[in-house]
């Protein structure tokens, strides 16, 4: 299994609509093969900063998704709402 960790900040005052379109596209992974879960995360103190951490039962997997036409839609409606462009890491475990 490996974990997504993905960045993003918002503009102020578009945090609402931010959500909408972030649930939305969390609708979407759900479906998506090897998807296994995730949360998101709001930093203290910064409304406009969001923290997600997604698991995916592979690298493959979420390559799949990270390329897929479904995430590309979800993403147009994401992407005119940040500030800068999200920051992903993949993280794995060590043994």
């Known amino acids: 299994m490996i974990k997504i960790i993905?960045?993003?900040r918002i503009m102020p005052?578009?945090?609402e609509e931010y959500e909408?379109?972030?649930r939305e596209a969390m609708?979407?992974?759900l479906g998506a093969k090897g998807f296994v879960g995730g949360e998101t995360l709001v930093e203290r103190g910064h409304s406009d900063r969001r923290l997600m951490i997604v698991k995916?039962?592979?690298l493959n997997a979420?390559?799949?998704w990270y390329t897929s036409e479904e995430r590309?839609?979800?993403m147009q409606r994401i992407l005119p709402?940040?500030?800068e462009d999200e920051t992903i890491r993949i993280y794995e475990p060590s043994y």
Do not use: F
């Open 72 to 74: 590309s839609r979800a």
């Open 81 to 83: 709402l940040l500030t």
């Open 62 to 64: 979420w390559n799949e």
């Open 20 to 22: 909408e379109a972030a």
């Open 6 to 8: 993905i960045e993003r």
């Open 13 to 15: 005052g578009l945090e």
């Open 27 to 29: 609708r979407h992974s």
């Open 56 to 58: 995916w039962r592979d």
